[in-house]
């Protein structure tokens, strides 16, 4: 898986770097995401002789000041978040809605990379342009969701596993013909129901073959999501290594280390930041350009605090944001689906985006923030 002249600062590809002399060997930066109550990794890479290619594609992602826009929700996904305001699931909301969030204007100083469903990576905007198109005149780097969704893990206790790496190759070679530049994998690890080594190992080598592939062509307390996401993410860059998946063109998109959903002890932002840090320390090599944080159910200024916490002294890897909720809420809940209330959702959109931004440069007050900004919405789970 950019800043004040973010844009002119930013190692930003132009279309004709993506472009140029593509062909169907040519391999999707890889982003993979884990969902457990824990977190999950962004990877770029392939083949040796397109390394250049993806560590190129992880540094313009990982810049300064800007983060990824996750728009990756399924359509029955995305009818959920439509019928929390009253419309229909149709084709034709879901593109209105994807066309708000892909247009608004200046949305590329904030936002370096944007993951998108298969059906939003095909489709047109309402004024008939390609959404590739569309992000790469913003200078947002268009990413794409490959898994296929959790299924039971037989022989666990009562967890899943992810599907999706049969194919993988031919559909990645599809999807970087399409404009895509990087991809996004997310799987789940359970700590409520353990989790099982058998699960753990599951989830590591299903990230460690996607990332390979993708390069080729809670009631518990933050101690618990600490001790389990370490157990995870060793186990992740082992199965990494065994397949030789390159480190420098990789981007993780994890959980923040946070009490579970239904501990009633809250971390403050210094607690989540000093947690997550030191997990990150003590498991992710600094080759690993980029960490891009998914919100994981917090509200959106939760999300932004603790991203400005982590940002407050030097890291070794660049400490941005992948949010979806995070940074659409408040912009979904503003469109309500009426054409006139378009300016007034991209406008709470960059809100959002530019809060990040200043967090990802460790400079947000919280200052003028609004009541909804700030409505929790835990879930039980975390991905990796």
Partial sequence: ??????????????????????????????????????????????????????????????SPGRGILAMDESNATCGKRLASIGLENTEANRQAYRTL???????????????LFEETLYQSTTEGEKMVDVLVKQNIVPGIKVDKGLVPLTGSNDESWCQGLDGLASRSAAYYQQGAR???????????????????????????????????????????????????WAEVFFYLAQNNVLF??????????????????????????????????????PAVPGIMFLSGGQSEVEATLNLNAMNQSANPWHVSFSYARALQNTCLKTWGGRPENVKAAQDALLLRARANSLA???KYTGEGESEESKEGMYVKNYSY
């Fill in 248 to 285: 420098e063109g990789i981007l993780l998109k994890p959980s923040m280390v946070t009490p579970g959903a239904e501990c009633k002890e809250r971390a403050t932002p210094e607690k989540v930041a000093e947690y997550t840090l030191n997990l990150l320390r003590r498991r992710i090599p």
């Fill in 182 to 232: 990087f991809a996004k994998w997310r799987t789940v690890v359970s700590i409520p129901n353990g989790p099982s080594a058998l699960a753990v190992k599951e989830a590591a080598w299903g990230l460690a073959r996607y990332a390979s592939i993708s390069q080729d062509n809670g009631l518990h307390g933050i101690d618990r999501t600490f001790e389990v996401a370490q157990q995870v």
């Fill in 1 to 62: 898986m950019a800043s004040a002249s973010l844009l002119k600062s930013s190692p930003v590809l132009d279309k004709s770097d993506w472009v140029k002399g593509q062909s169907l060997r040519h391999p999707l930066a890889a982003s993979v995401s884990v969902r457990s109550h824990a977190a999950a990794p962004l990877s770029v890479r392939a083949a040796t002789s397109y390394a250049d290619e993806l560590v190129k594609t992880a540094k313009t992602v990982a």
């Fill in 101 to 115: 969030l892909v247009s608004a204007p200046g949305l590329g100083n904030y936002v370096s990379g944007a993951i």
């Fill in 360 to 362: 990802q440069l460790g």
